[in-house]
């Protein structure tokens, strides 16, 4: 139990494009779900917070126009990165957690890369 | 504001060997506190955890530990590594204020048979 997926695993783009990865919980109901970025041998940096049905919440530092998160359902939440530049290539982790006493479940992240 | 630290980089083994990973945190009221492990290649799976009650948590695959509240600790401890638990471990608390996890920067612990 307790699964959560990305997608894609891993996308190569070009600079100034826009990309969309999915985080999905396959067999739970998510009501808080998680971004994440990880450099190589590095700990996990929080991009945001998105509750269902209500907008994200950013960390400071992360351009949240950038940055794009959309948590439309309770086992859905998209994040799209706009226009975007080889800065931006990295690992990017979801995670989704059923209830706020809950633990946070993570996905196999996705490996972007920026050309 | 809440830190966590982790004060093992990078930790050789050889199998057979016994671990312990440091882990301290800041914050002194009611915490909660969590180990992830992450094998190379793979995503994040929560170890073991602690909310409450005895402070000596048994965890998957052989891994404990101990919640020592007047250190501020939360050391992983496992008797006997194998060569399979050569991954990235890291520790994890809430934030006493706001709705997210803090990370430890990580141990990466190699195993060698």
């Known amino acids: 139990g307790a699964v959560v997926s990305q997608h894609p695993s891993w996308v190569i783009c070009k600079s100034g494009t826009s990309v969309k990865i999915e985080c999905r919980s396959l067999?739970?109901?998510?009501?808080?779900m998680f971004w994440y970025r990880q450099f190589p041998k590095q700990s996990l940096m929080l991009m945001a917070t998105?509750?269902?049905?209500?907008?994200?919440?950013?960390e400071q530092g992360v351009e949240k126009d950038k940055f794009l998160i959309n948590h439309a359902s309770l086992t859905l939440s998209t994040l799209t990165v706009t226009s975007a530049h080889p800065e931006d290539s990295s690992f990017y982790i979801c995670?989704?957690?059923?209830?706020?006493?809950?633990?946070?479940?993570f996905g196999p992240g996705t490996r972007l890369t920026v050309l | 504001a809440q830190s966590v630290s982790q004060h093992n980089h990078h930790v050789i083994l050889s199998e057979a060997a016994s671990l312990e990973l440091g882990c301290n945190y800041s914050y002194g009221g009611t915490v909660n506190l969590f180990w992830y492990v992450q094998y190379p290649g793979q995503h994040l799976q929560l170890l073991l955890k602690?909310?409450?009650?005895?402070?000596l948590v048994k965890g998957i695959k052989g891994f404990e530990a101990e919640f020592i509240k007047s250190k501020f600790s939360f050391n992983l401890r496992k008797p006997s590594v194998q060569w399979s638990d050569t991954a990235e471990y890291f520790c994890?608390?809430?934030?006493?204020?706001?709705?997210?996890?803090?990370f430890g920067t990580g141990t990466r612990l190699q195993v060698f048979p």
């Open positions: 067999d739970f109901q998510a009501t808080t």
């Open positions: 998105s509750n269902e049905g209500s907008k994200a919440t950013y």
């Open positions: 602690y909310f409450s009650g005895d402070p």
């Open positions: 994890a608390v809430p934030h006493p204020l706001f709705d997210k996890l803090i």
């Open positions: 995670s989704a957690r059923p209830s706020p006493r809950d633990t946070q479940y």
